[in-house]
Structures are given as structure tokens and as C-alpha cells.
């Protein structure tokens, strides 16, 4: 089925000119029709095929094919988009200093005395911070940010 949307409107008006009176203007109207649908390489047939297929809102095979197409691109272009943003998007954790030093400001918003000496200490360290002692320190500094 050739596609005729580059000839609908005037396929459309001259259809719409068929309902005339004069026998004489219907003939040759329905002559231009046939003219007008040979230069795009159709004919009365294909006509036909787009009203029966219009009708239940069916899609011919190019007109699938494209959206086919389109779905597959963008499905392509999102999972792109989504492994090179995965690395921007990374969660960026303060450094341990940084999020010691916040606890120190705050250390009204500590709920015990243990957690108190724990940030005193972490502050007045210089040197790396053991693992074990960041595992405390990251919960403390993120419950102050919430609260």
C-alpha cells in the first residue's frame, strides 16, 4: 500500500467534489482523482486499502516498522544516558574530617555521652581514622543533617 499523506489534502478535496450534481464535473473529478494518485504511484486501490485500514485504526507495515525503529533508539539512547550518568550520579560521602568536624559544631544535637567523647576524639585526631571508627562517625553526622 503506497502512503498518501503527501496528496491527502488534495485527494481529500477532490473526494469531497464527487458529491456534485453535474454529471460532467463528477467524471472529471474522478479523472483527476486517478491522475492526481498516478503521480505519486498509487491508484484507486490504494485508496481503498487506506479507508478499510483507516477505519479500525490498524497500521500498515512501514508505519509499524517506524515506530518500531523509534522505540528501539530511544531505548538505546536512555540505557546510554543511564551507564554514563551512573558515574555522575555516584553518591559523594563528605571526607571523615568533614563530617567530624560537623558533629563537633553540633555537639548539642548528640544524644549521649559516649557519642559526645566519641566526636571529641575523632576532632582532635590529625591521622588517618580507623575503619571501625568511621563506621560510628557516618551515622551520627548523617542523623544531625536530619534533624
Known amino acids: 500500500m503506497t502512503?498518501?499523506?503527501s496528496?491527502?489534502?488534495?485527494l481529500a478535496n477532490l473526494i469531497r467534489?464527487?458529491?456534485s450534481n453535474q454529471d460532467g464535473e463528477v467524471v472529471a473529478v474522478?479523472?483527476?482523482i486517478i491522475r492526481t494518485l498516478q503521480g505519486i504511484g498509487a491508484d484507486i486501490h490504494d485508496v481503498a486499502a487506506c479507508i478499510e485500514h483507516s477505519a479500525n485504526g490498524a497500521l500498515n507495515e512501514h508505519e509499524m516498522q517506524e515506530i518500531f525503529d523509534a522505540g528501539v533508539k530511544a531505548g538505546i539512547?536512555?540505557?546510554e544516558q543511564k551507564l554514563r550518568g551512573a558515574s555522575e550520579l555516584a553518591v559523594q560521602f563528605p571526607s571523615a574530617r568533614d563530617m567530624a568536624m560537623?558533629?563537633?559544631r553540633n555537639l548539642a544535637e548528640l544524644r549521649s555521652e559516649w557519642?559526645?567523647?566519641f566526636i571529641q576524639n575523632m576532632a582532635a585526631w590529625t591521622r588517618t581514622r580507623p575503619a571501625r571508627r568511621l563506621a560510628f562517625l557516618f551515622p551520627?553526622?548523617?542523623r544531625q543533617h536530619q534533624e
Open 77 to 79: 539512547k536512555q540505557a
Open 3 to 5: 502512503d498518501l499523506t
Open 17 to 19: 467534489r464527487l458529491s
Open 7 to 10: 496528496i491527502a489534502p488534495k
Open 102 to 104: 560537623h558533629c563537633y
Open 30 to 32: 474522478s479523472r483527476a
Open 140 to 142: 551520627l553526622e548523617r
Open 115 to 117: 557519642e559526645i567523647e
